[in-house]
Nanobody, 128 residues
Framework: QIQLAESGGGSVQVGGSLRLSCVIA?????MGWFRQAPGKEREVVAS??????????YYADSVKGRYTISQDNDKNTVYLQMDSLKPEDTAMYYC??????????????????????WGRGTQVTVSS
């Protein structure tokens, strides 16, 4: 069983920054950050291959150039640095993980079903 715990959400003004953290209990092969706004479907924002120390990263087009996903293997933590925030970034943000050693298709990094475990979420609110 893998346990995930997010933190770092909050309220910020347009153009501001936040850094989300996801502490991981267990070994993962892939981690992702998703978000879900009221009335909308959950969508991926970023993903990283955590089976190696410097895994390849992927981003949704809507956040590319503004968000950065990274991992600190010594702290068992994955981060999401969010800069130049916009009101449309307002959502509940979730980290999600796939257990290490279970094969999958990397091109499915966007799919919710690629991830086996989910955190409870942290709210991000961007106001103008």
């Amino acid at each position: 069983q893998i346990q995930l715990a997010e933190s770092g959400g909050g309220s910020v003004q347009v153009g501001g920054s936040l850094r989300l953290s996801c502490v991981i209990a267990g070994r993962t092969g892939r981690m992702g950050w998703f978000r879900q706004a009221p009335g909308k479907e959950r969508e991926v924002v970023a993903s990283i291959n955590t089976s190696i120390r410097t895994g390849r990263t992927y981003y949704a087009d809507s956040v590319k150039g503004r968000y950065t996903i990274s991992q600190d293997n010594d702290k068992n933590t994955v981060y999401l640095q969010m800069d130049s925030l916009k009101p449309e970034d307002t959502a509940m943000y979730y980290c999600a993980g796939r257990r290490f050693g279970i094969s999958y298709e990397e091109y499915r990094w966007r799919d919710l079903t690629t991830y086996n475990f989910w955190g409870r979420g942290t709210q991000v609110t961007v106001s103008s």
